[in-house]
């Protein structure tokens, strides 16, 4: 099974997936976890530079750069996982892209359809977990995390204005409103536990 986790920045979905991941560990499941950008030994490379504050980018270059992350993420492990019957929980997928470089950046939600379905060869999540909450709470939350760990500026789309990050949001809502069975949307300014319990009943109803 193929579970994202999906939304704004800091509403949780990173937190959520460690806590969905160690539930099923302990139950023993055959368990993979993964992220885009990221996921692989090539998306490594990319995720730092989508990611640096110094990369300068057209909206085109950086749209090719996450779709380059995620030809590579699905041909190397999501599929190879998933064949062998493993429960793969991701951190970001193609809906990212609809909302980030669709939604906030206005390239057409059409070609982006497109390209997505390129990059992964037509695969699709059998659920995906949108994480919500108001982009100022969210964007609040990753400058707390950040000063926690000491760690200084933003990354390149943190930094991005709050409009932006408004955008992101209505894209994703309107995501959720166009494949009510696919996506569950999630309250993410409940409490942590409450947000697990949601997350692991949306999974289990899929499940079996
Ligand atoms: P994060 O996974 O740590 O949240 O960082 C990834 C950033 O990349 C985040 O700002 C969302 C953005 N992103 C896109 O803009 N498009 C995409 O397709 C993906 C996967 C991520």
């Known amino acids: 099974m193929f579970v994202t986790f999906e939304g704004v920045e800091g509403a949780g979905k990173s937190t959520a ?21 990221g996921g692989s030994a090539l998306g490594r490379t990319l995720r730092s530079l989508l990611l640096d504050v110094k990369s300068s980018m057209v909206s085109e270059a950086e749209l090719f750069l996450f779709l380059a992350d995620r030809a590579q993420h699905v041909a190397e492990v999501i599929r190879p996982a998933l064949a062998r019957g493993a429960l793969v929980l991701c951190d970001r997928f193609t809906d990212s892209t609809l909302a980030y470089q669709g939604f906030a950046r206005g390239l057409s939600l059409e070609t982006l359809t497109t390209l997505n379905a390129a990059a992964t060869g037509g695969l699709e999540p059998d659920l995906t977990l949108l994480f919500d909450l108001p982009v100022e709470e969210g964007l ?16 390149r789309l943190d930094a991005e204005a709050v409009s932006f990050h408004a955008a992101v ?6 995501i959720a409103e166009h494949a009510p069975s696919r996506v569950c949307l999630l309250d993410a300014s409940l409490a942590r536990e409450d947000v697990l319990a949601a997350c692991l009943k ?6 079996h």
């Open 17 to 37: 997936l460690a806590a969905v991941a160690a539930h099923y560990a302990a139950c023993g499941v055959d368990l993979v976890c993964t992220r885009e950008p």
């Open 140 to 155: 609040a939350r990753v400058r707390k995390r950040k000063e926690e760990l000491g760690e200084q500026g933003c990354d």
């Open 169 to 174: 949001r209505k894209g994703f809502h309107f």
């Open 202 to 207: 949306a999974i289990e109803s899929r499940r």
